[in-house]
Protein backbone atom coordinates (compact mmCIF):
# COMPACT_ATOMS: atom_id res chain seq x y z
CA UNK A 1 0.00 0.00 0.00
CA UNK A 2 1.50 3.49 -1.43
CA UNK A 3 1.20 5.60 1.50
CA UNK A 4 2.67 8.68 4.37
CA UNK A 5 2.39 8.14 8.10
CA UNK A 6 3.23 11.15 10.59
CA UNK A 7 3.65 10.68 13.64
CA UNK A 8 5.53 12.95 16.63
CA UNK A 9 3.22 15.39 17.21
CA UNK A 10 2.20 16.68 20.24
CA UNK A 11 1.51 19.99 23.04
CA UNK A 12 4.70 21.62 24.02
CA UNK A 13 5.07 24.81 25.21
CA UNK A 14 7.41 27.58 23.66
CA UNK A 15 10.82 26.77 23.60
CA UNK A 16 10.58 23.53 23.31
CA UNK A 17 11.37 20.68 20.64
CA UNK A 18 9.54 18.27 18.85
CA UNK A 19 10.61 15.59 16.43
CA UNK A 20 8.20 14.42 13.91
CA UNK A 21 8.65 10.96 11.46
CA UNK A 22 6.82 10.04 8.48
CA UNK A 23 7.28 6.44 7.73
CA UNK A 24 6.35 6.06 4.06
CA UNK A 25 5.61 2.73 2.11
CA UNK A 26 4.35 0.95 -1.16
CA UNK A 27 7.34 3.16 -3.35
CA UNK A 28 11.17 3.22 -3.65
CA UNK A 29 11.48 5.30 -1.06
CA UNK A 30 15.26 6.99 -1.59
CA UNK A 31 14.07 7.88 -5.37
CA UNK A 32 12.26 10.31 -4.49
CA UNK A 33 12.86 14.24 -2.93
CA UNK A 34 10.69 14.67 0.50
CA UNK A 35 8.37 17.02 2.11
CA UNK A 36 6.90 18.44 5.41
CA UNK A 37 4.23 20.94 5.23
CA UNK A 38 2.03 22.80 7.72
CA UNK A 39 -1.61 23.98 8.15
CA UNK A 40 -2.68 25.99 11.03
CA UNK A 41 -6.60 26.93 11.52
CA UNK A 42 -7.54 29.49 8.73
CA UNK A 43 -4.43 29.54 6.49
CA UNK A 44 -3.46 27.64 3.60
CA UNK A 45 -0.93 24.88 3.61
CA UNK A 46 2.81 25.70 3.46
CA UNK A 47 5.74 24.18 2.50
CA UNK A 48 8.29 23.76 5.39
CA UNK A 49 10.68 21.73 4.40
CA UNK A 50 12.14 19.86 1.83
CA UNK A 51 14.95 17.33 1.20
CA UNK A 52 16.64 15.59 -1.69
CA UNK A 53 16.37 12.36 -2.73
CA UNK A 54 19.99 11.04 -1.19
CA UNK A 55 19.78 14.30 1.86
CA UNK A 56 22.57 16.16 0.33
CA UNK A 57 20.21 19.45 -0.12
CA UNK A 58 17.69 20.78 2.21
CA UNK A 59 15.34 23.85 2.04
CA UNK A 60 13.29 25.52 4.97
CA UNK A 61 10.77 28.58 4.79
CA UNK A 62 12.07 31.81 6.17
CA UNK A 63 10.39 31.59 9.18
CA UNK A 64 12.05 28.04 10.27
CA UNK A 65 15.21 28.50 9.29
CA UNK A 66 17.65 28.11 12.00
CA UNK A 67 14.90 26.33 14.14
CA UNK A 68 14.10 23.19 11.75
CA UNK A 69 16.18 20.52 10.20
CA UNK A 70 14.84 17.61 8.11
CA UNK A 71 17.01 14.88 7.63
CA UNK A 72 16.24 11.19 5.90
CA UNK A 73 16.92 7.31 6.38
CA UNK A 74 16.62 5.93 3.57
CA UNK A 75 17.00 2.27 5.15
CA UNK A 76 14.30 2.81 7.20
CA UNK A 77 12.23 5.03 4.60
CA UNK A 78 11.82 7.94 6.98
CA UNK A 79 11.98 11.25 6.95
CA UNK A 80 12.55 13.67 9.60
CA UNK A 81 11.35 16.91 11.26
CA UNK A 82 13.43 17.93 14.22
CA UNK A 83 11.62 21.16 15.26
CA UNK A 84 13.40 23.58 18.04
CA UNK A 85 12.80 26.60 19.73
CA UNK A 86 9.13 26.32 18.93
CA UNK A 87 6.75 29.01 18.78
CA UNK A 88 3.19 29.93 18.81
CA UNK A 89 2.89 30.54 15.62
CA UNK A 90 4.25 27.16 14.66
CA UNK A 91 0.94 25.95 16.24
CA UNK A 92 -0.30 23.36 13.12
CA UNK A 93 -1.02 20.17 11.13
CA UNK A 94 2.21 19.12 9.82
CA UNK A 95 2.17 16.57 7.10
CA UNK A 96 4.47 15.04 4.76
CA UNK A 97 4.53 14.95 1.04
CA UNK A 98 6.21 13.20 -2.00
CA UNK A 99 5.18 13.36 -5.57
CA UNK A 100 5.39 10.78 -7.35
CA UNK A 101 5.11 9.93 -11.35
CA UNK A 102 1.60 10.00 -11.05
CA UNK A 103 0.08 11.38 -8.16
CA UNK A 104 0.99 13.77 -5.22
CA UNK A 105 0.84 11.56 -2.08
CA UNK A 106 0.09 12.91 1.50
CA UNK A 107 0.38 11.58 4.84
CA UNK A 108 -2.78 12.26 7.59
CA UNK A 109 -0.92 14.86 9.00
CA UNK A 110 -0.38 15.10 12.74
CA UNK A 111 -0.84 18.08 15.22
CA UNK A 112 1.66 20.48 16.53
CA UNK A 113 0.08 22.87 19.48
CA UNK A 114 2.73 25.06 21.45
CA UNK A 115 1.38 26.83 24.53
CA UNK A 116 2.04 27.04 27.78
Known amino acids: QVQLVESGGGLVQPGGSLRLSCAAS????????MNWYRQAPGKERELVAG????????TYAESVKGRFTISRDNNKNTVYLEMNSLKAEDTAVYYC?????????WGQGTQVTVSS
Open 97 to 105: NVKLALRVL
Open 51 to 58: ITRAGGST
Open 26 to 33: GFTFSSYA
